[in-house]
């Protein structure tokens, strides 16, 4: 089993439509990172964070530690959120293997 | 703006060529990571450096791959020979641990565009 989980693998979606990213862990983590990845590649941080919630314009990251649950939203999605988004969890006490990957999510918004 | 800058963006080779990736880390940054994302495994540690000392490089295959920092302005990444099994995006990331602490995934990384291989 994975220890980084992410749903669905795949999501297609209309424009405007409110959307929802799901990431399991099952491992005690220092913080959780939700990635960006258009096609063409670049990998871009969205969120780091440890606990509760954060919000960066239309984009919302939730984390719930006790459940080992983040959520990743995007609200009124447009066609340029259409990416591959990745949830990452770095793991406490100094471990010196960098951050554990989930598969990605493929998020496409059609106009 | 600060950026991690990989090169090069693509190399198309042949199986048994040496193939050598480079990554100019955010200067001040002191981690640098190296990690390969394939399509069916996804992104996965390759190599992690602090202060140009390797720490974990267990994620690689030892007798094809090697990784250096001849200076903090610089990491390679190199295989040889190189194998279509190779062929993957690789990625290098930056970001600075403090003294006297190790990282914790509470820091933020910096990812550089990536290099793309492909090993015919």
């Known amino acids: 089993k994975n220890e980084v989980e992410q749903s669905p693998q795949n999501l297609t979606a209309q424009e405007g439509e409110f959307i929802t990213i799901n990431c399991s862990y099952s491992?005690?983590?220092?913080?959780l990172h939700w990635l960006q990845q258009h096609p063409g590649g670049g990998i871009v941080s969205l969120f780091m964070?440890?606990?509760g919630k954060k919000k960066h314009g239309r984009l919302i990251a939730t984390i719930n530690i006790q459940e080992k649950h983040s959520s990743l939203h995007i609200t009124a999605s447009h066609p340029r959120d259409s990416a591959v988004y990745i949830c990452?969890?770095?793991?406490?006490?100094?471990?010196?293997?960098?951050?554990?990957f989930g598969k990605g999510t493929h998020l496409i918004i059609q106009p | 703006d600060a950026r991690v800058t990989q090169t090069p963006r693509h190399k198309v080779t042949e199986m048994g060529q040496e193939v050598t990736m480079r990554c100019q880390p955010i200067?001040?940054?002191?981690?640098v990571f190296w990690y390969r994302q394939t399509m069916m495994q996804g992104l996965e540690l390759l190599a992690y450096?602090?202060?140009?000392?390797?720490?974990?490089d267990s994620g690689m295959p030892k007798d094809r791959f090697s990784a250096e920092m001849p200076d903090a302005t610089l990491a390679t990444l190199k295989i040889q020979p190189s194998e279509p099994r190779d062929s993957a995006v690789y990625f290098c990331?930056?970001?600075?641990?403090?003294?006297?602490?190790?990282?914790?995934?509470?820091?933020?990384?910096?990812f550089g565009a990536g290099s793309r291989l492909t090993v015919l």
């Open positions: 491992v005690g983590i220092s913080a």
């Open positions: 200067l001040g940054h002191n981690t």
């Open positions: 990331a930056s970001g600075l641990v403090r003294d006297g602490e190790n990282f914790s995934g509470a820091n933020v990384l910096t």
């Open positions: 990452a969890v770095g793991r406490p006490g100094g471990g010196a293997d960098g951050l554990t």
């Open positions: 964070l440890s606990s």
């Open positions: 450096f602090r202060n140009r000392a390797p720490l974990d």
